[in-house]
């Protein structure tokens, strides 16, 4: 088998560059010929090597989901394997990956192949999240340098600054036949289960054909922050709406900004789209 290592130094940590060559070892135990290339986020990463029967994806969300929208656009039909390398990790806990780089190299090299769900949001492709209203954007707004320094608490850091500019969303949503109008503070699209390690979908299955979605009503910013922070830990809250569709349209009357796993979205109105059993998994 041919296979492409695409690893991005600037994920977690950095530490990635440490593990290369052992990674190599133990894809070549396995009878994989595998070729290391470090991403490029502004080029092609499969140009020249498109017959790869695998793509092993070392980094964090933000880069799978950069490899998911390459792979997708091109028409590429090939098998994935997710080495989890970055700050969260969500879309890898989702797929049930070891939490360490080598453990998750050797479950790709001997693991099977299965089917799993992809989203997609007008032009865009994501295999975790859409988002879009307060907190949505932090990891975009947080500094990779931060990241590496403390973790998961620098996306902490830049979401209190979000929470000051907490406001309403007029959104209108049209699924199965209906159309609901919503003053929402934040909405998420989940094909996986989790955000920044929260799983705040617990029910949602990422090989079910459907896409769960969470909308937060908009009150006041003392009572929506409270609603926000109950369903945070009781994972239950009436000011929250929980939807389960296979497409869903979203349109709002403000500029808005979204995110997809980790990265800038599309911008609004919105056809969100499970895509059932869209890509190969390696694990």
Known sequence: MKALLLYNTLSGRGRIRHYVTDIRAIFAR??????PREIDFRS??????????LVVVCGGDGTVNFVINTMMSAGLNITLGIIPAGT???????????????GAAHQ??????????????????????????????????????AKHLIGKLAYLRTGMVDLLNLRHIPLTLRYNGEELKIDTAMCLA??????????????????????????????????????????????????????RCESIELDCDIDLCTDVDGQPGPKMPLRIECLAGALKIKA
């Open 44 to 53: 092609n990463p499969f140009e020249g090597v498109e017959d790869v029967e």
């Open 88 to 102: 969260a990790n969500d879309f890898a806990r989702a797929i049930g990956m070891d939490s360490t780089i080598l």
């Open 190 to 243: 989940f094909n996986g289960n989790s955000a920044g390690q929260f799983r705040l979908a617990p029910k949602s299955n990422i090989e079910d054909g459907k896409l769960d979605i969470l909308i937060l009503d908009y009150d006041n910013r003392v009572r929506t922050c409270w609603n926000m922070m109950s369903y945070l830990i009781n994972r239950e809250s009436e000011a929250v709406h929980h939807l």
């Open 30 to 35: 396995a009878g994989i010929d595998i070729t």
């Open 108 to 145: 790709i090299a001997n693991g099977t192949i299965r089917r799993v769900d992809c989203g997609k949001a007008n032009d865009k492709y994501f295999v975790n999240i859409l988002s879009f209203g307060v907190l949505t954007t932090t990891s975009q707004h947080t500094s990779n340098t």
